[in-house]
């Protein structure tokens, strides 16, 4: 009886000790990721910080007068009010969907055209070097040939957009499936991987950092020709952050002209960690940040 008793208590000690583990584990691990989060978080606010600075320094030596470039001050005032408008939002809207749009149809053409260029010789042969100097044209060089051929429209931008950012996803398609060591090839076809199985359990998973990274590329490639398309073809009836920026230049409305670059430059910073989050899960995965930790 005594034993039972004993017994009972010992296992319920354990029971306990292993919940308090499991609790400073959880507390571990949170005050783990806020570190983290703090340590990713703290060099760009003191980037963001410097900047600020630096422009209000030459602000008040009186390079320009307040009306071409004012402080930091009247910007952010104005950019305060501009968020609460429907202007922004409408703006935004347009913008998002365009980029939306031009960007998926720039990543389906792109990962077709580079998965068909890598597996082809001719096709190499005939675009391979095609495709690396159609992503070093400016993407604003196409756009006198998408006004003759759509005029000032939607089309136009969505033109130039698939244009800008399909070369850089190819590119990066080919490199990833160029670099697949031949060890991982001749193991999967050992293993009975043919055809689109090969691909999908062997081409694809190996060759992902290099197309995330094409794509990453590909994305910058599609905002800035987005930004480019929206400042040369400005629809009257539909507005958009690019159109506003017109608006704003043409009415001499300097701390509205640089609130809206603020906006762009911000929606850029969102993406862009977006991506840095894929791309850590994909180092993760492959252990890369384990081995870098260490």
Not at 98 to 113: C, D, N, P, W
Not at 137 to 145: G, K, N, Q, R, V
């Amino acid at each position: 009886m005594a034993g039972d008793t004993i017994t009972t208590r010992r296992e319920e000690a354990e029971t306990l000790s292993g919940l308090d583990a499991l609790e400073i584990a959880s507390r571990q691990k949170v005050a783990g990721g806020a570190r983290l989060f703090w340590a990713a978080t703290w060099p760009k606010l003191a980037a963001v910080g410097l900047a600020i600075g630096i422009w209000q320094v030459v602000v008040w030596t009186g390079w320009k007068d307040p009306w071409a470039l004012p402080g930091p001050g009247p910007v952010f005032t104005d950019l305060g009010q501009y968020l609460l408008t429907s202007a922004f939002w409408d703006g935004l809207a347009t913008t998002a969907r365009r980029a939306a749009v031009g960007f998926l149809a720039a990543v389906a053409f792109g990962l077709v055209l580079g998965l068909a260029v890598a597996r082809s010789r001719i096709l190499r042969a005939a675009l391979g070097s095609m495709i690396t100097a159609l992503q070093t044209m400016p993407s604003i060089a196409w756009f006198p040939l998408a006004i003759l051929l759509f005029q000032l429209s939607e089309q136009a931008i969505f033109f130039v957009v698939v244009l800008g950012a399909a070369p850089s996803i190819a590119n990066g398609v080919i490199h990833g499936v160029d670099y697949v060591p031949p060890l991982l090839l001749r193991a999967g076809r050992n293993i009975g991987a043919r055809g689109l199985n090969l691909y999908w359990y062997v081409i694809a998973p190996a060759a992902l950092p290099a197309i995330v990274a094409g794509l990453k590329q590909g994305w910058a490639f599609a905002w800035r020709s987005l930004m480019a398309g929206e400042l040369l073809v400005v629809i009257a009836t539909k507005t958009s952050i690019g159109a506003q920026l017109v608006y704003a230049r043409e009415l001499s409305e300097a701390e509205r002209l640089i609130a809206i670059m603020i906006v762009i430059l911000v929606l850029g910073l969102f993406v862009d960690a977006a991506f840095g989050v894929v791309d850590r899960a994909i180092r993760r995965r492959w252990g890369l940040l384990q081995s870098r930790r260490r």
